[in-house]
T-cell receptor, first 112, second 116 residues
Framework: QQQVKQSPQSLIVQKGGISIINCAYENTAFDYFPWYQQFPGKGPALLIAIRPDVSEKKEGRFTISFNKSAKQFSLHIMDSQPGDSATYFCAALDNQGGKLIFGQGTELSVKP | NAGVMQNPRHLVRRRGQEARLRCSPMKGHSHVYWYRQLPEEGLKFMVYLQKENIIDESGMPKERFSAEFPKEGPSILRIQQVVRGDSAAYFC??????????????FGSGTRLTVV
């Protein structure tokens, strides 16, 4: 099954708080899990990515947690800032053909 | 090093007309992917091409849609006889040759198609 399910659909966080977005997948052939940030009118931009042999990856304020047995992964944004307000997409790479399967997206709003 | 270039940025077509969307991959990239994003939805894979070859078109609608990536020039996504439901943002991505495991996968800024 080639699906990636993402939640929540929208998220409101106060400045300085932690934003958490969750994703779940079913296909064990996925071997690369990126997160993309998209601003209105722009294309998706790679934020951070992880491979299934690692349980956590941190880059600055952004952390991916990966649970291979549960087929779940999440994005944590620490010290959230108004400039982080955007739509975030998780994705999974089909290692057979190179196509990305995207989650439905989470619209994050960080209030000052 | 320019990124993935898509043009036009915005395209308006009347129902029944043809839409042609262009994508020039990043320098050195030989794999091109097209995705469609409907309003308030995530990106959906349409087609994966290499030079002069369609590798995976499992996400392409069966009718009216076609894609090519010629030996010279940009990749083209062509939509014939457009309908209002084709209104969406169309994104192109490119990646380096070989199986990079996702490294270097880069998106363009998209073409926003409006069918009136």
């Amino acid at each position: 099954q080639q699906q990636v399910k993402q939640s929540p659909q929208s998220l409101i966080v106060q400045k300085g708080g932690i934003s958490i977005i969750n994703c779940a997948y079913e296909n064990t052939a996925f071997d690369y899990f990126p997160w993309y940030q998209q601003f209105p009118g722009k294309g998706p931009a790679l934020l951070i990515a992880i491979r299934p042999d690692v349980s956590e990856k941190k880059e600055g304020r952004f952390t991916i947690s990966f649970n291979k047995s549960a087929k779940q992964f999440s994005l944590h944004i620490m010290d959230s800032q108004p400039g982080d307000s955007a739509t975030y997409f998780c994705a999974a790479l089909d290692n057979q053909g190179g196509k990305l399967i995207f989650g439905q997206g989470t619209e994050l709003s960080v209030k000052p | 090093n320019a990124g993935v270039m898509q043009n036009p940025r915005h395209l308006v077509r009347r129902r029944g007309q043809e839409a042609r969307l262009r994508c020039s991959p990043m320098k050195g990239h030989s794999h091109v992917y097209w995705y469609r994003q409907l309003p308030e939805e995530g990106l959906k894979f349409m087609v994966y091409l290499q030079k002069e070859n369609i590798i995976d078109e499992s996400g392409m609608p069966k009718e009216r849609f076609s894609a090519e990536f010629p030996k010279e020039g940009p990749s083209i996504l062509r939509i014939q006889q457009v309908v209002r439901g084709d209104s969406a943002a169309y994104f192109c991505a490119s990646s380096p040759p070989g199986n990079t495991g996702g490294r270097g996968y880069t998106f363009g800024s998209g073409t926003r198609l409006t069918v009136v």
